[in-house]
């Protein structure tokens, strides 16, 4: 073969091998990922530049005070919710107690003073407690304690003593029941105290509004029964 057909050969080989080189340099699958640098963040498919993949969705504040803090247990979540709607009720002992000691008979006036020095020493121990338990206190009564206030301010004579001696018997009561389970069962040492000592100042307490009720010649509702233990645990 003289050399004009050998350099024709040559060339034509060239131009049949061209779009093979060409097609591997620009076929992103002809060859593996390169790793990244040490400045690189790998990220996966469908990220932005923007997400750091070490972040995780946190509750807000206030969701937070009712989930509890990650780590929490179910009881710690329900101590919390106790110490809330526990200074709730003390705040409307208070209130309910000092338009007693306004608008009530002597035996009243003197019980309804002793219930707002009481709860308004034990409603700031409990502020104490809910500090060192991270939970935000509410500032006014609830609404059932509202209610009650209107229902009061609209009552003289022995009809507001009557209301005021039943309502506060009957809140007694439900307080007491609600205190004992929490004493047997809260997660925090604090919390746990705080109720023991309230447990105590109750039962004085349901000893006075007897004894007011009585001197006022004013008859009480019958305590109801207690629920049985089955039935208290859940």
Not at 107 to 120: F, G, N, R, S
Not at 161 to 175: I, N, S
């Amino acid at each position: 073969m003289n050399r004009k057909y050998m350099c024709v050969a040559a060339l034509g080989a060239a131009v049949v091998l061209l779009p093979s080189v060409l097609r591997a340099q620009m076929d992103p699958n002809s060859a593996g990922p390169q790793a990244p640098g040490m400045g690189e963040v790998q990220r996966e498919p469908g990220t932005t530049s923007t997400t750091n993949p070490n972040a995780t969705n946190q509750p807000n504040g206030s969701m937070r005070d009712s989930l509890g803090a990650p780590g929490q247990t179910g009881q710690a979540i329900l101590d919390k919710q106790f110490v809330r709607t526990a200074a709730a009720d003390g705040i409307a002992d208070v209130k309910l107690g000092t338009l007693a000691a306004e608008k009530g008979g002597p035996e009243v006036k003197d019980l309804a003073q002793k219930m707002v020095d009481d709860h308004t020493a034990l409603n700031k121990e409990l502020e104490t407690v809910a500090d060192s338990m991270g939970v935000m206190l509410p500032k006014k009564m609830d609404k059932q304690g509202q209610t009650e206030y209107d229902k009061l301010n609209g009552l003289s004579g022995k009809d507001f003593d009557t209301e005021y001696l039943t309502y506060t018997l009957k809140a007694h009561w439900e307080a007491l029941h609600n205190f004992y389970m929490e004493s047997s069962v809260a997660a925090e040492p604090e919390l746990q105290a705080q109720t023991v000592k309230e447990l105590g100042t109750m039962h004085q307490h349901l000893g006075l509004i007897a004894k007011a009720a009585a001197a006022e010649d004013i008859t009480l509702p019958k305590r109801p029964p207690r629920p049985a233990a089955a039935t208290a645990s859940k």
